[in-house]
């Protein structure tokens, strides 16, 4: 990863919302594409105030959120570099006809042998501990991620909330999704964890007496949670989605597994999305009827209910930039950790991100403009 830094000096029209979001989905090793973006961000001159994630994205999150500026991308480089570093190796260009058995090799060894810095397998084995024990709950131990986190993550910083930092996770006892957000909390390498805590994978998180998993099993997307939050928003939101919801038709049961994988995952992004501009949309409506009713109606309970709802305008635009499949990606694309794949990942996401700034349409969308506007300008 480190051998192949370049820097881009074009600059590029900075956005002119009061805040920049970066939203970050759950994907695994398919994480490395968020980083890349970050690195584009970074490179066209901003960068974000506001960072939320579920799963990797929590852990993208926390790295940015827990470095000065100037570190982020090394800490993202050097998290990146260690849990690739199973199988450093990167194939030849001649040898990718073999790239696909190549990554899956890998994502077996990844399962028999758990990633660096991240995770490894339970010994003895869950099936042998006694029921209840934290040891029958999971078939990995994630004790090395914590050690990760607190060498590349200042959580000092990220409790200095000079950058907000939500991350969410799921209450096993209610099932109700729930943000760790440094607005509302201190933040410490377990609520990382619990956003990232997919069973049965991984163990639950136990904090404040509750046990939380990871957060996509609610809705892999936090961008429900920054619109919920804050009603009257002036935001650009980049939304770094780590599964593509449209795709081809499957030629087998492979890829079959993939695509319905990719639709689970991608399909709270898509509802999110048109939720926010429906409701945007009725709102104005709303605001529009209520002008016309007589002053009379004004005192009126339900009158006094809803005028406030129409007050509070959102400007918010919303950036895709959506990980597309690879050539040689498999089911086991969210586990396949290898450098060369890391690589990829990454190159693509820092490309995507600099396609969207040169998009002719990137200066409407840095526009602050009333309402809800959604753009994908990396296709």
């Known amino acids: 990863m480190t051998a192949r830094r370049t820097t881009q000096r074009t600059r590029f029209s900075l956005p002119k919302h009061e805040q920049t979001v970066l939203a970050l989905q759950g994907g695994g090793a398919l994480g490395a594409y968020q980083a890349g973006v970050y690195e584009g961000m970074a490179e066209c001159g901003f960068a974000p105030n506001w960072v939320t994630g579920v799963s990797i994205g929590a852990i993208n999150a926390a790295l940015i959120a827990g470095n000065p500026p100037e570190r982020r991308i090394e800490r993202l480089v050097a998290f990146w570099d260690r849990v690739s570093s199973g199988i450093p190796i990167i194939p030849p260009a001649y040898l990718d006809p073999l790239r696909l058995a190549f990554n899956r090799v890998s994502a077996m060894a990844t399962t028999a042998f ?84 997919l069973p049965p994978g991984f163990p639950p998180v136990v904090i404040d007496g509750s046990h939380y998993w990871d957060g996509s099993l609610v809705s892999n997307s936090p961008l429900w ?74 005192d009126d309970p339900d009158y006094r209910r809803l005028a406030p709802l129409c007050e509070r305008k959102r400007h918010v635009t919303i950036v895709h930039l959506i990980n597309r499949r690879l050539a040689h990606a498999s089911s086991a694309k969210d586990y396949e950790f290898s450098r060369a794949t890391v690589r990829q990942l990454w190159e693509g996401g820092l490309e995507d991100l600099r396609r969207s700034c040169a998009n002719p349409s990137w200066h409407r969308a840095i526009e602050s403009v009333n309402g809800v506007q959604v753009f994908d300008l990396a296709t």
């Open 225 to 298: 949670y920054v619109l919920d939050d804050s009603s009257g928003i002036n935001a650009l939101i980049m939304q770094v989605d780590l599964f593509s919801a449209r795709g081809d038709l499957p030629k087998n049961l492979d890829e079959v597994l993939e695509r319905s994988k990719d639709i689970q995952y991608s399909s709270k992004t898509r509802f999110n999305t048109s939720r926010a501009e429906e409701l945007e949309d009725v709102r104005a409506a709303l605001g529009r009827f209520l002008r016309k009713l007589p002053a009379k109606l004004h």
């Open 114 to 197: 758990g990633v660096p810095g991240f995770f490894v397998p339970r010994l003895p084995p869950p099936y042998l501990a006694p029921d209840g024990s934290p040891g029958a709950l999971s078939v990995y131990d994630t004790t090395p991620l914590k050690e990760t986190l607190e060498e590349l993550v200042d959580f000092d910083r990220i409790n200095r909330k000079e950058m907000r930092l939500s991350v969410g996770a799921v209450d096993i006892h209610t099932g109700n999704s729930v943000y760790f957000d440094n607005q509302r909390q201190r933040i410490k390498a377990d609520h990382i964890m619990a956003s990232g805590a």
